[in-house]
T-cell receptor, first 117, second 116 residues
Protein backbone atom coordinates (compact mmCIF):
# COMPACT_ATOMS: atom_id res chain seq x y z
CA UNK A 1 0.00 0.00 0.00
CA UNK A 2 1.08 3.54 -0.64
CA UNK A 3 2.08 5.64 2.32
CA UNK A 4 3.37 9.16 2.86
CA UNK A 5 4.91 10.20 6.17
CA UNK A 6 5.39 13.77 7.27
CA UNK A 7 6.91 13.37 10.69
CA UNK A 8 6.94 17.09 11.51
CA UNK A 9 3.51 18.04 12.77
CA UNK A 10 4.26 21.71 13.34
CA UNK A 11 7.24 23.98 12.75
CA UNK A 12 7.65 27.55 13.95
CA UNK A 13 10.29 29.84 12.51
CA UNK A 14 11.08 33.51 12.56
CA UNK A 15 10.80 35.39 9.29
CA UNK A 16 13.86 35.14 7.04
CA UNK A 17 14.90 31.78 8.47
CA UNK A 18 15.24 28.82 6.12
CA UNK A 19 13.02 25.83 6.84
CA UNK A 20 12.90 22.28 5.49
CA UNK A 21 9.78 20.15 5.49
CA UNK A 22 10.40 16.42 5.38
CA UNK A 23 8.51 13.83 3.37
CA UNK A 24 9.14 10.07 3.23
CA UNK A 25 7.08 7.80 1.02
CA UNK A 26 6.46 4.11 0.40
CA UNK A 27 5.32 2.60 -2.86
CA UNK A 28 5.75 -0.58 -4.85
CA UNK A 29 5.19 1.22 -8.14
CA UNK A 30 8.23 1.74 -10.31
CA UNK A 31 6.70 4.81 -11.91
CA UNK A 32 5.05 7.38 -9.72
CA UNK A 33 4.75 11.08 -9.10
CA UNK A 34 5.33 13.09 -5.97
CA UNK A 35 3.61 16.35 -5.18
CA UNK A 36 3.66 19.18 -2.69
CA UNK A 37 0.53 21.20 -1.96
CA UNK A 38 0.05 24.25 0.25
CA UNK A 39 -3.16 24.72 2.24
CA UNK A 40 -3.52 28.26 3.58
CA UNK A 41 -6.15 29.10 6.22
CA UNK A 42 -8.71 29.63 3.45
CA UNK A 43 -8.63 25.86 2.96
CA UNK A 44 -7.97 25.54 -0.74
CA UNK A 45 -5.13 23.23 -1.74
CA UNK A 46 -2.58 25.03 -3.90
CA UNK A 47 -0.34 22.97 -6.16
CA UNK A 48 3.37 23.67 -5.74
CA UNK A 49 5.27 20.97 -7.61
CA UNK A 50 5.05 17.59 -9.32
CA UNK A 51 8.09 15.35 -9.63
CA UNK A 52 8.41 12.22 -11.79
CA UNK A 53 10.08 9.23 -10.14
CA UNK A 54 12.63 9.05 -12.95
CA UNK A 55 13.82 12.60 -12.46
CA UNK A 56 15.98 13.01 -9.40
CA UNK A 57 17.25 16.45 -10.24
CA UNK A 58 16.66 18.99 -7.54
CA UNK A 59 14.37 21.83 -8.47
CA UNK A 60 14.37 25.46 -7.44
CA UNK A 61 11.56 27.92 -7.94
CA UNK A 62 12.23 31.27 -6.37
CA UNK A 63 12.50 30.76 -2.61
CA UNK A 64 11.29 27.17 -2.90
CA UNK A 65 13.49 24.16 -3.57
CA UNK A 66 12.89 20.43 -3.56
CA UNK A 67 15.29 17.57 -2.90
CA UNK A 68 14.19 14.20 -4.29
CA UNK A 69 16.26 11.21 -3.18
CA UNK A 70 14.99 7.88 -4.45
CA UNK A 71 17.56 5.93 -2.42
CA UNK A 72 15.98 7.14 0.82
CA UNK A 73 12.42 7.54 -0.56
CA UNK A 74 12.38 11.16 0.45
CA UNK A 75 11.10 14.32 -1.20
CA UNK A 76 11.96 17.24 1.05
CA UNK A 77 10.86 20.83 0.57
CA UNK A 78 12.92 23.86 1.61
CA UNK A 79 11.72 27.43 1.88
CA UNK A 80 14.56 29.93 1.90
CA UNK A 81 14.16 33.24 3.71
CA UNK A 82 10.69 32.39 4.95
CA UNK A 83 7.96 35.01 5.03
CA UNK A 84 4.79 35.36 7.07
CA UNK A 85 2.75 34.60 3.94
CA UNK A 86 4.33 31.14 3.89
CA UNK A 87 2.36 30.23 7.01
CA UNK A 88 0.12 27.32 6.01
CA UNK A 89 -0.19 23.57 6.17
CA UNK A 90 1.98 21.81 3.61
CA UNK A 91 1.10 18.39 2.25
CA UNK A 92 3.30 15.92 0.46
CA UNK A 93 1.42 13.48 -1.80
CA UNK A 94 2.12 10.40 -3.88
CA UNK A 95 0.21 9.34 -6.97
CA UNK A 96 -1.28 5.90 -7.44
CA UNK A 97 -2.65 4.85 -10.79
CA UNK A 98 -6.36 4.27 -11.12
CA UNK A 99 -8.46 2.55 -13.72
CA UNK A 100 -8.51 4.72 -16.78
CA UNK A 101 -5.79 7.26 -17.09
CA UNK A 102 -5.85 9.23 -13.88
CA UNK A 103 -4.19 8.80 -10.55
CA UNK A 104 -5.41 9.29 -7.04
CA UNK A 105 -3.27 11.08 -4.53
CA UNK A 106 -2.19 9.64 -1.20
CA UNK A 107 -1.46 12.51 1.15
CA UNK A 108 0.66 12.76 4.26
CA UNK A 109 -0.81 14.23 7.41
CA UNK A 110 0.71 17.62 6.69
CA UNK A 111 3.16 19.95 8.39
CA UNK A 112 1.83 23.20 9.80
CA UNK A 113 4.34 25.99 9.24
CA UNK A 114 4.08 29.11 11.35
CA UNK A 115 6.28 32.04 10.34
CA UNK A 116 6.39 34.93 12.78
CA UNK A 117 7.94 38.40 12.63
CA UNK B 1 -14.49 31.94 -12.42
CA UNK B 2 -11.94 29.59 -13.91
CA UNK B 3 -11.36 27.37 -10.89
CA UNK B 4 -13.16 24.46 -9.27
CA UNK B 5 -16.14 25.62 -7.28
CA UNK B 6 -18.02 23.81 -4.54
CA UNK B 7 -21.28 24.52 -2.79
CA UNK B 8 -22.29 24.98 -0.14
CA UNK B 9 -19.08 26.08 1.55
CA UNK B 10 -20.47 25.16 4.95
CA UNK B 11 -23.18 22.72 5.87
CA UNK B 12 -24.53 21.84 9.28
CA UNK B 13 -26.69 18.73 9.40
CA UNK B 14 -28.43 16.97 12.23
CA UNK B 15 -27.51 13.35 12.66
CA UNK B 16 -29.66 11.24 10.39
CA UNK B 17 -30.24 13.91 7.76
CA UNK B 18 -29.25 13.48 4.12
CA UNK B 19 -26.89 16.01 2.52
CA UNK B 20 -25.83 16.76 -1.04
CA UNK B 21 -22.56 18.48 -1.88
CA UNK B 22 -21.97 19.96 -5.30
CA UNK B 23 -18.80 20.31 -7.34
CA UNK B 24 -18.36 22.34 -10.52
CA UNK B 25 -15.06 21.31 -12.11
CA UNK B 26 -13.00 23.39 -14.47
CA UNK B 27 -14.73 23.42 -17.84
CA UNK B 28 -13.48 20.65 -20.09
CA UNK B 29 -11.76 18.69 -17.36
CA UNK B 30 -12.29 14.98 -17.89
CA UNK B 31 -11.31 13.66 -14.47
CA UNK B 32 -13.06 14.52 -11.24
CA UNK B 33 -12.10 13.39 -7.76
CA UNK B 34 -13.67 13.60 -4.32
CA UNK B 35 -11.55 13.59 -1.17
CA UNK B 36 -12.47 13.70 2.50
CA UNK B 37 -10.29 15.69 4.91
CA UNK B 38 -10.82 15.13 8.61
CA UNK B 39 -9.61 17.76 11.04
CA UNK B 40 -5.83 17.75 11.31
CA UNK B 41 -5.42 15.11 8.63
CA UNK B 42 -4.50 15.01 4.98
CA UNK B 43 -7.17 14.52 2.33
CA UNK B 44 -8.22 10.93 1.67
CA UNK B 45 -9.46 9.68 -1.68
CA UNK B 46 -13.14 8.83 -1.94
CA UNK B 47 -14.01 8.36 -5.59
CA UNK B 48 -13.06 9.22 -9.17
CA UNK B 49 -14.95 9.92 -12.38
CA UNK B 50 -13.72 9.95 -15.93
CA UNK B 51 -16.40 11.94 -17.73
CA UNK B 52 -19.68 10.44 -16.47
CA UNK B 53 -18.20 7.05 -15.60
CA UNK B 54 -17.38 6.37 -11.97
CA UNK B 55 -14.24 4.31 -12.42
CA UNK B 56 -13.20 3.97 -8.80
CA UNK B 57 -15.20 4.25 -5.60
CA UNK B 58 -12.90 2.28 -3.36
CA UNK B 59 -12.52 5.11 -0.87
CA UNK B 60 -16.19 5.61 -0.08
CA UNK B 61 -16.43 4.74 3.62
CA UNK B 62 -19.87 3.17 3.56
CA UNK B 63 -22.91 2.58 1.39
CA UNK B 64 -24.36 5.78 2.82
CA UNK B 65 -22.02 7.67 0.49
CA UNK B 66 -23.01 8.02 -3.14
CA UNK B 67 -21.54 10.16 -5.92
CA UNK B 68 -22.72 10.92 -9.42
CA UNK B 69 -21.68 12.93 -12.45
CA UNK B 70 -24.51 12.25 -14.90
CA UNK B 71 -23.45 14.57 -17.71
CA UNK B 72 -19.73 14.42 -17.23
CA UNK B 73 -19.41 17.89 -15.73
CA UNK B 74 -21.03 18.80 -12.40
CA UNK B 75 -20.78 16.17 -9.69
CA UNK B 76 -22.78 15.62 -6.52
CA UNK B 77 -21.64 13.73 -3.45
CA UNK B 78 -24.57 12.56 -1.38
CA UNK B 79 -24.39 11.30 2.16
CA UNK B 80 -27.44 9.58 3.55
CA UNK B 81 -28.34 9.33 7.23
CA UNK B 82 -25.34 11.43 8.28
CA UNK B 83 -23.33 10.40 11.33
CA UNK B 84 -21.01 12.47 13.47
CA UNK B 85 -17.98 10.73 12.01
CA UNK B 86 -18.94 12.17 8.61
CA UNK B 87 -17.94 15.63 9.86
CA UNK B 88 -15.06 16.71 7.65
CA UNK B 89 -14.13 18.94 4.75
CA UNK B 90 -15.08 17.41 1.41
CA UNK B 91 -12.75 18.45 -1.38
CA UNK B 92 -13.37 18.16 -5.06
CA UNK B 93 -10.58 18.20 -7.64
CA UNK B 94 -10.48 18.04 -11.40
CA UNK B 95 -7.79 17.43 -13.94
CA UNK B 96 -7.73 17.90 -17.66
CA UNK B 97 -6.34 15.18 -19.72
CA UNK B 98 -7.78 11.98 -21.02
CA UNK B 99 -4.22 10.89 -21.52
CA UNK B 100 -1.44 11.77 -19.17
CA UNK B 101 -2.13 9.91 -16.00
CA UNK B 102 -0.49 12.16 -13.50
CA UNK B 103 -1.38 15.68 -14.36
CA UNK B 104 -2.05 18.28 -11.74
CA UNK B 105 -5.29 18.07 -9.85
CA UNK B 106 -6.95 21.44 -9.26
CA UNK B 107 -8.77 21.58 -5.96
CA UNK B 108 -11.88 23.47 -4.98
CA UNK B 109 -12.28 25.32 -1.66
CA UNK B 110 -14.11 22.41 -0.07
CA UNK B 111 -17.39 22.00 1.78
CA UNK B 112 -17.07 21.86 5.55
CA UNK B 113 -19.72 19.45 6.84
CA UNK B 114 -20.57 19.46 10.52
CA UNK B 115 -22.94 16.80 11.80
CA UNK B 116 -24.51 17.61 15.16
Amino acid sequence: AQKVTQAQTEISVVEKEDVTLDCVYETRDTTYYLFWYKQPPSGELVFLIRRNSFDEQNEISGRYSWNFQKSTSSFNFTITASQVVDSAVYFCALSESLTGTASKLTFGTGTRLQVTL
Amino acid sequence: GAGVSQSPRYKVAKRGQDVALRCDPISGHVSLFWYQQALGQGPEFLTYFQNEAQLDKSGLPSDRFFAERPEGSVSTLKIQRTQQEDSAVYLCASSAPLWGADDEQYFGPGTRLTVT
